[in-house]
C-alpha cells in the first residue's frame, strides 16, 4: 500500500447559494489534497463551509446551492478510472450514486433527522449493504448487528429491531455510523461524528475510526470544532475561514507552529489547565456575511496584524515548509516557492 496514493484532490472548488440578495458564497476557491491511509481534519467557526465541502464531495448540494463551473474535485479511489479519476463535481447522478455509501461514505451531524423514523435501524443498514454487494438478506442482517456491535451498542441482536424513535440521540449516532462503515469505503466522511456521544463512547468510536484506517486503509475526512480530538487522531489539518482553507499543515505542526492569525486565534481560545481562573481569549468581531465579503482578506477586520494592503487583495499561497501551507501576506517573503493549491 502506497501512502502517496491520492484519493480526492479538490482544486477552486467553490460552491454558492443563488438567493434573491445575491450569491452566498458558502465555499470560495477551496484547495486541498487527500491521501490513502490518512486522517485529515477540517476545522473552523461554525458556517465556514467545512459540511458544504463534504456534502460538495458526495453530490449532496442541491438548489439553490450550486457548485460553480471551474470546480474540481478529482476522486482516484478506482484504479480502474486511470489517472485522470472521475470529476465528482461534474459527474453525472448515476456516477454519483455508484461512489456514495460505498466507496465514500458519510456520517451526518444530526442523526435524528437523517434516519428513516419508519424504518428499522437494521433495514436501514441492511439496505446500503444489499445495494453496493451481492450478499443476501440473511447475510446482510449478520453484518448489521455485527457493525451495531462494533461501535458499542449493546444487545445489538435486539437493537437491530427498532426504530430510530425508540433510541437516544447517542444511539442514533452509533447506527448512522455503522451505516457508514457497512461497506468498508475507501474514504469516510465524519461530521461532528460524536457530539452527542458521551467520553466513554467517543473514544471508541474514535478508536473504531483509526483501527478502520490502519486496516482497510480508508482515508477520514473528520470534520469537528474540538481541537482535543484532532490532536488525537489527525494526520493533517485544513483551518477552514470564511470559505477559504487559510491554513494547511500537519497536526503536530500546525499546534506546534501556527501560522495564519486565525489559525492563532483558535489555539489561544482553548482552555488551559495551567491556567486556571483567567479568562479564555477571544477572537474580536464576526465572520463576514457570506453574501457580502469584502474585497481582500475575508479575515482583515478581525486580524491585529491587517494592513491596508489586506483589505485590497486576496493573500496567496504560502509554502512555509513541506504540506505546511498559509494564505497570509504576513508570510509571503518567507520562502519564494509560490504555488496555486496544495
Known amino acids: 500500500m502506497s501512502v502517496n496514493k491520492k484519493v480526492i484532490r479538490v482544486e477552486d472548488l467553490r460552491v454558492y447559494f443563488h438567493t434573491k440578495k445575491g450569491d452566498s458564497k458558502a465555499v470560495d476557491g477551496n484547495h486541498f489534497t487527500m491521501y490513502e491511509n490518512e486522517t485529515l481534519a477540517i476545522v473552523g467557526e461554525s458556517g465556514c463551509g467545512k459540511s458544504v465541502t463534504a456534502m460538495s464531495i458526495l453530490g449532496l448540494v442541491s438548489k439553490p446551492g450550486e457548485i460553480m463551473p471551474g470546480s474540481k474535485i478529482e476522486y482516484m479511489g478506482n ?20 461512489i456514495r455509501g ?71 449516532q452509533r447506527v448512522m455510523i455503522a451505516m457508514a462503515l457497512s461497506c468498508n469505503p475507501k474514504l469516510l466522511i465524519a461530521d461532528e461524528p460524536t457530539t452527542a456521544l458521551d467520553v466513554t463512547i467517543q473514544a471508541q468510536i474514535l478508536s473504531l475510526m483509526n483501527k ?75 465572520v463576514p456575511n457570506p453574501l457580502y465579503l469584502p474585497k481582500g482578506c475575508y479575515f482583515a477586520d478581525r486580524c491585529p496584524h491587517a494592513t491596508e494592503r489586506c483589505r485590497q ?16 501576506f504576513l508570510y509571503e517573503n518567507e520562502n519564494d516557492e509560490k504555488v496555486e493549491g496544495k
Open 212 to 286: 478502520l484506517k490502519e486496516e482497510k486503509g480508508t482515508s477520514i475526512m473528520l470534520i469537528t470544532h474540538d481541537l482535543g480530538v484532532v490532536a488525537q487522531v489527525a494526520d493533517n489539518v485544513n483551518v477552514m475561514y470564511a470559505g477559504k482553507v487559510v491554513e494547511t499543515a500537519p497536526v503536530k505542526e500546525l499546534f506546534e507552529n501556527p501560522k495564519h492569525p486565525y489559525t492563532i486565534g483558535l489555539m489561544n481560545s482553548m482552555p488551559s489547565l495551567a491556567e486556571d481562573g483567567e479568562r479564555l481569549t477571544t477572537i474580536e468581531g464576526s
Open 79 to 98: 484504479v480502474e478510472r486511470g489517472e485522470q479519476g472521475l470529476n465528482l463535481a461534474t459527474a453525472t447522478d448515476e456516477e454519483i450514486r455508484n
Open 313 to 328: 487583495g486576496q493573500p496567496t499561497d504560502t509554502k512555509i515548509k513541506s504540506r505546511h501551507h498559509v494564505w497570509c
Open 102 to 172: 460505498n466507496e465514500i461514505s458519510m456520517i451526518f451531524q444530526e442523526p435524528m433527522s437523517s434516519l428513516n423514523p419508519v424504518i428499522k435501524v437494521g433495514d436501514q443498514i441492511m439496505e446500503n449493504i444489499m445495494i453496493h454487494e451481492d450478499v443476501s438478506k440473511e447475510e446482510a442482517r449478520k453484518r448489521a448487528i455485527s457493525l451495531l456491535g462494533d461501535v458499542g451498542i449493546s444487545r445489538p441482536e435486539k437493537v437491530v429491531d427498532n426504530y430510530p424513535f425508540q433510541l437516544s440521540g447517542g444511539m442514533c
